[in-house]
């Protein structure tokens, strides 16, 4: 929705600059995940299993060779530059690739090795010598179902003879065609349609189900659904596997839906600390003034790489347009943007080509900028009732306790906010020093 307001100049204001970004599109910020990651995330937790029997052998590998895979599958791992299983991989991957097959549920952050786990299962249970789909894969939209693809076209380089084809809107396949593509990836909707309606798969002969991103699915209207009514039609020995990011009840009771006789895995994400950040804040008057502070700051000590929150579109542009007026190299990452604008937007930033980032609260969550040694709250996080944000606080400011480096954090305070800021003390139990911009000797 967006509201025109016509100034009494004749001017149009675009209301929907003043929006606040918190609205988080859970596939956008999948697939920015997925285009920004660059290695396997990790988690000091131990991996937790729950087997459907459990008095079976619990099996893990240390190497990818104890698999015993397909040479040309090895081949393509090797050369994606996979020297070893993933946590979650050492335990997975021999249960999915067990005879006979086992369901799986499992669960972790992203970025811990899921995609790469089902893909190679799919590879590996492939037969070349049929032609029809054998292998069926369900992610939430056209995108994500398209780097699924691209994983399985990669892993599987040097098996010459297994192809993927795309159930996605926009992919047109003629009546009666003959589909001969053994891994097929698409959104519930298409996949739907090719298999009732149009005839193109047969379900009876699909031996791995995969439904990538499942918290992602359910929250889109009438996914769970389709995905239900497809997996109802698969044969009784198709092995079954559910990948999550994250594990709220929902999820939960959707999985125990469709998975039958699950095996369960589980990695807990690392948390967010805020205890190896030193907190401080500057008191303002306006937002003139908060920039002033800012400048001051960023005049006074030596900073490496800053990413600056504000709350709405409005403020963060024009923060910009003010810094750089001022001379300084920022980027700005907001909402409006698609998601590949956004990705190369922190591309560059990480390659450290601009120093400063500033965005909104819609990309709060997943950036994960190694090197930035300072966060700035030009706005404090608040939600719809004024109360203080307190989880978004904690993921613009935290770290994981035993990857992250230490770090600072900078609040921009109106005198009307400091209660705010006090409850955040309080909530968090760690103090948050007041600081004067005009004298930085207090922080180096
Ligand atoms: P998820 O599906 O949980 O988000 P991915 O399978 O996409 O995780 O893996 C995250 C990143 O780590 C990707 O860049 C992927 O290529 C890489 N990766 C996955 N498994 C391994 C491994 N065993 N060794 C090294 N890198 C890996």
């Known amino acids: ?39 396997l995330v990790e988690s000091s937790h131990r991996v937790e299993v729950l087997q459907k029997d459990p008095s079976s052998p619990l099996y893990s590998v240390k190497t990818f060779e104890e698999l015993r895979l397909k040479e040309e599958l090895l081949k393509g791992i090797y050369a994606m530059g996979f020297n ?12 999915m690739l067990a005879h006979p097959p086992q369901n799986l549920i499992a669960q972790s952050q992203s970025g811990t090795g899921k995609t790469a786990a089902f893909v190679l299962a799919m590879l590996s249970r492939v037969n070349t010598l049929e032609l029809f789909p054998q292998c ?19 892993m599987g380089k040097f098996c010459v003879d297994v192809q993927v084809m795309y159930a996605i809107r926009g992919n047109r396949i003629p009546r009666g065609t003959d589909v001969t593509k053994q891994i ?34 359910i929250d889109t209207q009438g996914f769970s659904d389709q995905s239900i009514r497809i997996q109802r039609a698969l044969p009784l020995e198709c092995q079954m596997l559910l990948f999550s990011a994250t594990f709220e009840e929902s999820v939960w009771q ?35 003034d908060k920039y002033q502070a800012l400048c001051n700051i960023y005049g006074g000590i030596t900073i490496g790489q800053a990413i600056i929150f504000c709350q709405t579109r ?29 990705a190369s ?3 560059r930033f990480r390659d450290g080509k601009e120093k400063v980032l500033i965005t909104t609260n819609v990309c709060a969550r997943g950036i994960d900028v190694k090197q930035v040694t300072i966060v700035v709250n030009f706005d404090l996080p608040v939600n719809q009732a004024e109360e203080p944000d307190y989880e978004t606080y904690l993921h613009r400011i935290g770290r994981t306790g ?14 009307d906010k400091l209660p705010l800021l006090m409850k955040i003390q309080d909530h968090f139990n760690s103090s948050i020093k007041q600081l004067d911009p005009e004298d930085m000797d207090e922080i180096e």
């Open 1 to 39: 929705k967006s509201t025109t307001v016509s100034n009494i100049d004749g001017s149009i204001n675009n209301m929907e600059e003043d929006v606040e970004e918190d609205v988080v599109d859970l596939a956008a910020n999948s697939l920015l995940n997925k285009l920004i990651r660059q290695s």
């Open 84 to 95: 070893r299983p993933s946590k979650i991989q050492e335990m997975a991957l021999p249960m």
């Open 136 to 154: 069926l894969c369900l992610a939430p939209t056209y995108e994500l179902a398209l780097q699924t693809g691209r994983v399985v076209e990669r």
């Open 184 to 217: 097929i990836i698409g959104t519930p909707g298409t996949v739907l349609d090719w298999c009732f309606k149009r005839k193109l798969i047969d379900l009876t002969k699909i031996r791995v189900f995969v439904l990538d991103e499942a918290d992602v699915m």
């Open 254 to 288: 959707f999985a125990e839906r469709i998975i039958p006789d699950p095996n369960v895995i589980k990695l807990r994400k690392e948390e967010l600390t805020l205890n190896n950040i030193r907190q401080y804040y500057v008191l303002c008057e306006s937002r003139k």
């Open 314 to 342: 409005r403020n963060a542009k024009w923060l910009t347009v003010e810094m750089m007026q001022d001379g300084h190299q920022v980027s700005l990452l907001s909402g409006e943007l698609t998601v590949d604008q956004r």
């Open 345 to 347: 937007i922190i591309q």
């Open 402 to 415: 035993r990857f992250g480096k230490k770090g600072l954090a900078f609040n921009m305070i109106e005198v």
